[in-house]
Protein backbone atom coordinates (compact mmCIF):
# COMPACT_ATOMS: atom_id res chain seq x y z
CA UNK A 1 0.00 0.00 0.00
CA UNK A 2 2.83 2.20 -0.41
CA UNK A 3 5.03 3.32 -3.32
CA UNK A 4 8.29 5.70 -3.66
CA UNK A 5 7.99 9.03 -5.86
CA UNK A 6 10.69 9.03 -8.17
CA UNK A 7 13.28 11.78 -7.33
CA UNK A 8 10.62 13.07 -4.53
CA UNK A 9 12.10 11.17 -1.54
CA UNK A 10 8.48 10.52 -0.26
CA UNK A 11 5.91 7.42 0.49
CA UNK A 12 3.14 7.38 -0.85
CA UNK A 13 0.33 6.24 1.41
CA UNK A 14 -3.55 5.69 2.06
CA UNK A 15 -4.96 8.85 2.88
CA UNK A 16 -5.89 9.61 6.83
CA UNK A 17 -9.94 9.24 8.11
CA UNK A 18 -10.49 11.02 11.33
CA UNK A 19 -13.84 9.50 12.51
CA UNK A 20 -14.20 11.79 15.31
CA UNK A 21 -13.90 15.64 14.92
CA UNK A 22 -16.04 18.89 16.14
CA UNK A 23 -15.46 21.33 13.02
CA UNK A 24 -17.69 23.91 15.55
CA UNK A 25 -20.41 24.64 12.67
CA UNK A 26 -23.46 25.69 13.20
CA UNK A 27 -23.05 28.11 16.46
CA UNK A 28 -19.09 28.20 17.43
CA UNK A 29 -17.43 29.69 14.14
CA UNK A 30 -14.84 31.89 16.53
CA UNK A 31 -13.29 28.48 17.41
CA UNK A 32 -13.34 26.82 13.73
CA UNK A 33 -15.50 26.59 10.60
CA UNK A 34 -14.89 23.87 7.71
CA UNK A 35 -12.69 26.59 5.71
CA UNK A 36 -10.00 26.35 8.36
CA UNK A 37 -10.58 23.19 9.53
CA UNK A 38 -10.51 21.62 5.99
CA UNK A 39 -6.96 22.99 5.37
CA UNK A 40 -5.83 21.80 9.09
CA UNK A 41 -6.69 18.51 7.71
CA UNK A 42 -5.50 18.40 4.22
CA UNK A 43 -2.18 19.98 6.38
CA UNK A 44 -2.55 16.22 8.03
CA UNK A 45 -3.32 14.19 5.76
CA UNK A 46 -6.43 13.33 6.70
CA UNK A 47 -8.97 13.40 3.39
CA UNK A 48 -12.25 11.91 5.24
CA UNK A 49 -13.90 13.28 8.60
CA UNK A 50 -16.55 12.15 10.57
CA UNK A 51 -17.70 15.08 12.76
CA UNK A 52 -20.02 15.17 15.87
CA UNK A 53 -23.63 16.55 16.42
CA UNK A 54 -22.85 18.61 19.74
CA UNK A 55 -23.34 22.34 17.98
CA UNK A 56 -25.52 25.48 18.85
CA UNK A 57 -27.87 24.25 18.19
CA UNK A 58 -27.50 20.33 18.31
CA UNK A 59 -27.82 18.56 15.00
CA UNK A 60 -30.57 16.15 16.99
CA UNK A 61 -33.38 16.55 14.02
CA UNK A 62 -33.71 15.65 10.21
CA UNK A 63 -33.99 20.21 9.52
CA UNK A 64 -30.87 20.89 11.28
CA UNK A 65 -28.96 17.86 9.66
CA UNK A 66 -29.91 19.71 6.32
CA UNK A 67 -29.12 23.28 7.32
CA UNK A 68 -25.92 22.25 8.83
CA UNK A 69 -24.89 19.91 5.66
CA UNK A 70 -25.69 23.12 3.72
CA UNK A 71 -23.57 24.90 5.70
CA UNK A 72 -20.55 22.80 5.43
CA UNK A 73 -20.88 22.62 1.52
CA UNK A 74 -20.85 26.57 1.23
CA UNK A 75 -17.53 26.51 3.28
CA UNK A 76 -15.85 24.25 1.48
CA UNK A 77 -16.81 25.32 -1.62
CA UNK A 78 -15.63 28.71 -0.16
CA UNK A 79 -12.25 26.78 0.90
CA UNK A 80 -11.67 25.13 -2.64
CA UNK A 81 -10.77 22.16 -0.67
CA UNK A 82 -13.40 18.93 -1.65
CA UNK A 83 -13.44 17.40 1.82
CA UNK A 84 -15.10 13.83 2.26
CA UNK A 85 -17.59 14.21 5.36
CA UNK A 86 -19.79 12.01 7.05
CA UNK A 87 -21.57 13.41 10.13
CA UNK A 88 -23.28 11.86 13.54
CA UNK A 89 -26.77 12.25 14.38
CA UNK A 90 -27.18 13.34 17.85
CA UNK A 91 -29.09 11.10 20.70
CA UNK A 92 -31.78 13.60 22.46
CA UNK A 93 -34.43 12.27 24.70
CA UNK A 94 -37.36 15.25 23.01
CA UNK A 95 -36.22 13.97 19.41
CA UNK A 96 -35.45 10.39 19.15
CA UNK A 97 -38.13 10.10 16.89
CA UNK A 98 -36.14 11.87 13.97
CA UNK A 99 -33.72 8.71 14.13
CA UNK A 100 -35.67 6.91 11.30
CA UNK A 101 -36.08 9.84 9.34
CA UNK A 102 -31.87 10.31 8.62
CA UNK A 103 -30.84 6.87 8.92
CA UNK A 104 -29.93 6.82 5.49
CA UNK A 105 -27.88 10.43 5.62
CA UNK A 106 -26.06 10.03 8.73
CA UNK A 107 -22.72 7.28 9.37
CA UNK A 108 -24.29 6.78 13.46
CA UNK A 109 -26.47 7.53 16.37
CA UNK A 110 -24.52 9.20 18.64
CA UNK A 111 -25.09 8.81 22.60
CA UNK A 112 -23.55 11.12 25.33
CA UNK A 113 -24.30 8.84 27.97
CA UNK A 114 -22.68 11.95 29.95
CA UNK A 115 -23.13 15.54 29.76
CA UNK A 116 -19.76 17.04 28.06
CA UNK A 117 -19.96 19.93 25.72
CA UNK A 118 -22.83 21.12 24.03
CA UNK A 119 -25.66 19.98 26.24
CA UNK A 120 -26.49 16.55 24.91
CA UNK A 121 -27.53 13.70 27.33
CA UNK A 122 -29.28 10.65 27.45
CA UNK A 123 -28.85 9.73 31.10
CA UNK A 124 -31.75 7.66 31.93
CA UNK A 125 -31.81 3.58 31.36
CA UNK A 126 -35.55 3.80 29.77
CA UNK A 127 -34.14 6.40 27.11
CA UNK A 128 -31.30 4.73 26.25
CA UNK A 129 -32.77 1.63 25.76
CA UNK A 130 -35.54 3.73 23.59
CA UNK A 131 -32.40 5.13 21.57
CA UNK A 132 -30.60 1.73 21.28
CA UNK A 133 -33.50 0.30 20.03
CA UNK A 134 -34.40 2.46 17.54
CA UNK A 135 -30.97 2.73 16.33
CA UNK A 136 -31.22 -1.28 15.84
CA UNK A 137 -34.77 -0.60 13.58
CA UNK A 138 -32.93 2.22 11.44
CA UNK A 139 -29.82 -0.28 11.20
CA UNK A 140 -27.27 2.36 12.82
CA UNK A 141 -24.40 2.44 14.16
CA UNK A 142 -23.94 3.65 17.92
CA UNK A 143 -21.77 5.91 18.95
CA UNK A 144 -21.15 6.68 22.83
CA UNK A 145 -19.83 8.97 24.97
CA UNK A 146 -18.77 6.76 27.85
CA UNK A 147 -19.60 8.54 31.19
CA UNK A 148 -22.14 7.34 33.62
CA UNK A 149 -24.06 11.00 34.33
CA UNK A 150 -24.59 10.09 38.05
CA UNK A 151 -21.11 9.10 38.95
CA UNK A 152 -19.99 12.61 37.13
CA UNK A 153 -22.99 14.56 39.40
CA UNK A 154 -21.77 12.75 42.41
CA UNK A 155 -18.04 13.72 42.16
CA UNK A 156 -18.64 17.27 40.81
CA UNK A 157 -20.24 17.87 43.80
CA UNK A 158 -17.36 15.65 45.85
CA UNK A 159 -14.76 17.93 44.74
CA UNK A 160 -17.28 21.16 44.68
CA UNK A 161 -14.33 23.43 46.01
CA UNK A 162 -11.22 22.38 43.66
CA UNK A 163 -9.44 24.69 42.07
CA UNK A 164 -6.38 23.24 40.15
CA UNK A 165 -7.08 21.60 36.67
CA UNK A 166 -5.68 18.78 38.04
CA UNK A 167 -8.76 17.79 39.84
CA UNK A 168 -10.39 17.84 36.59
CA UNK A 169 -9.36 14.05 36.50
CA UNK A 170 -11.24 13.50 39.68
CA UNK A 171 -14.18 15.09 38.47
CA UNK A 172 -14.77 13.02 35.64
CA UNK A 173 -13.14 9.51 37.48
CA UNK A 174 -12.47 6.58 35.53
CA UNK A 175 -15.53 4.51 37.02
CA UNK A 176 -18.11 6.94 35.54
CA UNK A 177 -16.31 5.30 32.00
CA UNK A 178 -16.20 2.08 33.46
CA UNK A 179 -19.57 1.97 34.56
CA UNK A 180 -20.86 3.43 30.97
CA UNK A 181 -18.84 1.07 29.01
CA UNK A 182 -20.32 -2.11 31.12
CA UNK A 183 -24.19 -0.51 30.29
CA UNK A 184 -23.30 -0.26 26.71
CA UNK A 185 -22.26 -3.61 26.61
CA UNK A 186 -24.96 -4.72 27.59
CA UNK A 187 -27.59 -2.80 25.51
CA UNK A 188 -25.24 -3.74 22.66
CA UNK A 189 -26.12 -7.50 23.25
CA UNK A 190 -29.59 -7.04 24.02
CA UNK A 191 -30.07 -5.57 21.04
CA UNK A 192 -27.37 -6.67 18.64
CA UNK A 193 -26.62 -3.61 17.80
CA UNK A 194 -23.02 -2.64 16.55
CA UNK A 195 -21.11 -0.05 19.06
CA UNK A 196 -18.30 2.12 18.56
CA UNK A 197 -17.20 3.31 22.06
CA UNK A 198 -15.16 6.62 21.47
CA UNK A 199 -12.37 7.89 23.09
CA UNK A 200 -11.15 4.98 25.26
CA UNK A 201 -8.96 6.03 28.20
CA UNK A 202 -8.64 3.26 30.68
CA UNK A 203 -7.28 -0.14 31.21
CA UNK A 204 -10.27 -1.29 32.88
CA UNK A 205 -12.70 0.05 29.74
CA UNK A 206 -9.95 -1.81 27.68
CA UNK A 207 -10.48 -5.59 29.18
CA UNK A 208 -14.37 -5.17 28.97
CA UNK A 209 -13.78 -4.01 25.10
CA UNK A 210 -11.41 -7.37 25.07
CA UNK A 211 -14.19 -9.54 26.78
CA UNK A 212 -16.47 -8.39 24.39
CA UNK A 213 -15.33 -9.14 21.30
CA UNK A 214 -14.37 -12.73 22.39
CA UNK A 215 -17.53 -13.53 23.18
CA UNK A 216 -18.59 -12.29 19.72
CA UNK A 217 -20.15 -8.54 20.34
CA UNK A 218 -20.32 -6.13 17.30
CA UNK A 219 -18.12 -3.52 19.15
CA UNK A 220 -15.40 -1.23 18.31
CA UNK A 221 -13.09 0.74 20.24
CA UNK A 222 -11.27 4.18 19.47
CA UNK A 223 -8.77 5.78 21.13
CA UNK A 224 -7.54 9.25 20.63
CA UNK A 225 -4.01 10.66 20.27
CA UNK A 226 -3.78 12.60 23.17
CA UNK A 227 -5.03 9.64 25.54
CA UNK A 228 -1.81 7.80 23.56
CA UNK A 229 0.63 10.71 23.90
CA UNK A 230 -0.22 12.86 27.46
CA UNK A 231 -0.79 11.77 30.73
CA UNK A 232 -2.57 13.57 34.16
CA UNK A 233 1.16 14.60 34.51
CA UNK A 234 0.53 16.81 32.40
CA UNK A 235 -1.46 18.95 34.26
CA UNK A 236 1.06 20.81 35.81
CA UNK A 237 2.76 22.23 32.77
CA UNK A 238 -0.15 22.87 30.51
CA UNK A 239 -3.00 23.51 32.69
CA UNK A 240 -6.65 23.87 30.37
CA UNK A 241 -4.83 23.62 27.98
CA UNK A 242 -5.06 19.88 27.94
CA UNK A 243 -8.27 19.42 30.18
CA UNK A 244 -10.92 17.50 27.35
CA UNK A 245 -13.70 14.91 28.43
CA UNK A 246 -12.52 12.24 28.99
CA UNK A 247 -9.99 13.45 30.76
CA UNK A 248 -6.74 12.40 30.94
CA UNK A 249 -5.66 9.28 32.72
CA UNK A 250 -2.76 7.39 34.75
CA UNK A 251 0.60 6.66 32.64
CA UNK A 252 -0.50 3.03 33.10
CA UNK A 253 -3.48 3.63 31.40
CA UNK A 254 -1.16 5.03 28.22
CA UNK A 255 0.21 2.22 28.08
CA UNK A 256 -2.24 -0.46 28.29
CA UNK A 257 -4.03 1.48 25.42
CA UNK A 258 -0.50 0.97 23.23
CA UNK A 259 -0.87 -2.55 25.11
CA UNK A 260 -4.54 -2.44 22.94
CA UNK A 261 -3.48 -1.17 19.44
CA UNK A 262 -0.64 -3.78 19.75
CA UNK A 263 -3.02 -6.55 20.07
CA UNK A 264 -5.84 -5.42 17.88
CA UNK A 265 -8.41 -4.38 20.69
CA UNK A 266 -8.41 -0.84 19.78
CA UNK A 267 -9.78 -0.62 16.32
CA UNK A 268 -9.29 2.75 15.24
CA UNK A 269 -7.46 6.62 15.96
CA UNK A 270 -9.53 9.38 16.57
CA UNK A 271 -8.38 12.85 17.38
CA UNK A 272 -11.80 14.28 19.08
CA UNK A 273 -10.46 17.84 17.36
CA UNK A 274 -12.05 19.82 19.35
CA UNK A 275 -10.83 23.31 19.28
CA UNK A 276 -10.99 26.34 21.68
CA UNK A 277 -9.89 30.14 21.92
CA UNK A 278 -6.27 30.43 23.44
CA UNK A 279 -8.36 32.90 25.52
CA UNK A 280 -11.05 30.62 26.44
CA UNK A 281 -8.49 28.16 27.30
CA UNK A 282 -6.81 30.71 29.69
CA UNK A 283 -9.62 30.71 31.85
CA UNK A 284 -9.25 29.34 35.48
CA UNK A 285 -10.68 25.89 36.22
CA UNK A 286 -14.42 25.83 36.49
CA UNK A 287 -14.82 28.13 33.70
CA UNK A 288 -12.40 26.84 30.31
CA UNK A 289 -13.98 24.58 27.81
CA UNK A 290 -12.97 21.03 27.95
CA UNK A 291 -11.54 20.16 24.45
CA UNK A 292 -8.17 19.95 22.57
CA UNK A 293 -7.42 20.47 18.50
CA UNK A 294 -5.64 17.15 17.18
CA UNK A 295 -6.60 16.59 13.61
CA UNK A 296 -3.12 18.37 11.85
CA UNK A 297 -1.01 16.03 13.95
CA UNK A 298 -2.35 13.24 14.27
CA UNK A 299 -0.42 11.63 11.06
CA UNK A 300 3.27 13.21 12.53
CA UNK A 301 2.49 12.14 16.40
CA UNK A 302 2.00 8.61 15.14
CA UNK A 303 5.06 8.40 12.71
CA UNK A 304 6.87 9.04 15.18
CA UNK A 305 5.81 6.21 17.24
CA UNK A 306 6.22 4.03 13.80
CA UNK A 307 9.99 5.26 14.19
CA UNK A 308 10.11 4.58 18.12
CA UNK A 309 8.67 1.05 17.29
CA UNK A 310 5.46 1.47 18.87
CA UNK A 311 3.58 -0.04 16.53
CA UNK A 312 4.62 -0.56 12.58
CA UNK A 313 3.39 1.41 9.33
CA UNK A 314 0.65 -1.43 8.32
CA UNK A 315 -1.06 -1.56 11.82
CA UNK A 316 -1.14 2.48 11.40
CA UNK A 317 -2.68 2.78 8.45
CA UNK A 318 -5.56 0.04 9.92
CA UNK A 319 -6.12 2.29 12.34
CA UNK A 320 -6.71 5.21 10.93
CA UNK A 321 -7.89 4.50 7.32
CA UNK A 322 -9.15 0.85 6.29
CA UNK A 323 -10.72 -0.30 9.80
CA UNK A 324 -12.88 3.41 9.73
CA UNK A 325 -14.11 2.13 6.35
CA UNK A 326 -15.36 -0.85 7.59
CA UNK A 327 -16.86 0.18 10.20
CA UNK A 328 -18.58 3.02 8.96
CA UNK A 329 -19.29 1.34 5.74
CA UNK A 330 -17.47 3.94 3.63
CA UNK A 331 -16.76 4.01 0.37
CA UNK A 332 -12.93 2.98 -0.57
CA UNK A 333 -11.37 5.89 -2.60
CA UNK A 334 -7.73 6.75 -3.85
CA UNK A 335 -6.88 9.55 -1.78
CA UNK A 336 -3.50 10.06 -0.50
CA UNK A 337 -1.01 11.29 1.59
CA UNK A 338 2.59 11.57 0.41
CA UNK A 339 5.09 11.61 3.53
CA UNK A 340 8.83 12.20 3.89
CA UNK A 341 9.35 9.46 6.73
CA UNK A 342 12.87 10.78 7.85
CA UNK A 343 11.88 14.26 8.26
CA UNK A 344 12.24 15.58 11.50
CA UNK A 345 10.32 19.04 12.24
CA UNK A 346 9.31 20.51 15.33
CA UNK A 347 5.62 21.31 15.98
CA UNK A 348 4.87 25.00 15.98
CA UNK A 349 2.17 27.14 16.39
CA UNK A 350 2.79 29.23 13.49
CA UNK A 351 2.70 26.74 11.00
CA UNK A 352 -0.87 25.14 12.38
CA UNK A 353 -3.95 25.71 10.25
CA UNK A 354 -6.48 25.26 12.48
CA UNK A 355 -8.60 28.97 13.58
CA UNK A 356 -7.44 28.23 17.35
CA UNK A 357 -3.40 28.86 16.45
CA UNK A 358 -2.28 26.00 18.87
CA UNK A 359 -1.55 22.91 19.99
CA UNK A 360 -0.26 21.11 23.36
CA UNK A 361 2.06 19.85 21.02
CA UNK A 362 3.87 22.42 20.18
CA UNK A 363 7.39 22.15 20.93
CA UNK A 364 7.82 18.39 20.18
CA UNK A 365 10.51 17.19 17.67
CA UNK A 366 8.87 14.72 15.20
CA UNK A 367 10.46 12.32 13.07
CA UNK A 368 7.94 11.75 9.44
CA UNK A 369 5.90 14.55 8.75
CA UNK A 370 3.08 14.70 5.41
CA UNK A 371 4.18 16.76 2.89
CA UNK A 372 1.49 16.25 0.08
CA UNK A 373 -2.17 15.46 0.39
CA UNK A 374 -3.92 13.81 -2.59
CA UNK A 375 -7.58 14.50 -2.63
CA UNK A 376 -10.10 13.61 -5.38
CA UNK A 377 -7.16 13.99 -7.53
CA UNK A 378 -5.95 17.40 -6.20
CA UNK A 379 -2.54 18.19 -4.80
CA UNK A 380 -2.93 20.07 -1.41
CA UNK A 381 0.41 21.18 0.28
CA UNK A 382 0.90 19.65 3.33
CA UNK A 383 2.42 20.41 6.68
CA UNK A 384 6.60 20.44 5.40
CA UNK A 385 5.52 20.99 1.41
CA UNK A 386 6.12 23.98 -0.50
CA UNK A 387 4.27 25.82 -3.28
CA UNK A 388 6.95 24.47 -5.44
CA UNK A 389 6.80 21.50 -4.62
CA UNK A 390 3.54 21.35 -5.20
CA UNK A 391 3.45 22.61 -8.82
CA UNK A 392 5.98 19.68 -9.62
CA UNK A 393 4.09 17.52 -8.50
CA UNK A 394 0.94 18.23 -10.37
CA UNK A 395 2.82 18.75 -13.21
CA UNK A 396 4.03 14.81 -12.55
CA UNK A 397 0.40 13.54 -11.94
CA UNK A 398 -0.67 15.38 -15.09
CA UNK A 399 1.73 14.36 -17.33
CA UNK A 400 1.32 10.43 -16.49
CA UNK A 401 -2.43 10.31 -15.75
CA UNK A 402 -4.12 7.58 -14.81
CA UNK A 403 -1.29 4.74 -15.43
CA UNK A 404 0.87 6.30 -13.30
CA UNK A 405 -1.75 7.10 -10.57
CA UNK A 406 -2.77 3.33 -10.63
CA UNK A 407 0.64 3.05 -8.72
CA UNK A 408 -0.54 4.59 -5.68
CA UNK A 409 -3.52 2.23 -5.33
Same mark, same amino acid.
Given at each position: ?27 ? !?????? $? ?9 ? &? ?5 ? *? @? @??? *? ?6 ? /? ?18 ? @? ?23 ? /? ?31 ? &??? !? ?25 ? $? ?17 ? +? ?27 ? !??? #? ?50 ? #? ?16 ? +? ?13 ? $? ?9 ? $? ?14 ? +? ?12 ? @? ?17 ? *? ?22 ? !? ?15
Amino acid at each position: MSVCIEGKNLIALPALIDPHVHFRVPGA !EHKEDW $RTAARAAVRGG &VTTVCEM *P @N @NQP *PCTTHDRL /IEKMKLIDMQLQQAGIPLRY @NLYFGADQDHLEEIAHVSQMCKALK /IFMGCSTGGLVIDSDADLEKAFGLAKQAGMLVA &VHA !EDEAILREAKQRYAHADQFSFHSKIRP $REAAVRAVEKALNLCARFD +VPLYVLHMSTREELELIKQAKKAGLPVYA !EVT #THHLFLSENDYQHYGGFVQMNPPLRTLSDQEALWEGIQDGTIDTLGTDHAPH #TIEEKKLPFGKAPSGIPG +VETLLPLMLDAVHRG $RLTLKRLMELV $RFNSEKIFQLTPHDDL +VLVDLELECEVRAE @NLASKCGWSPYCGRILRGW *PVYTILKGQVFEASQGTPEGKQQL !EAYLHAYGGDKLALFR
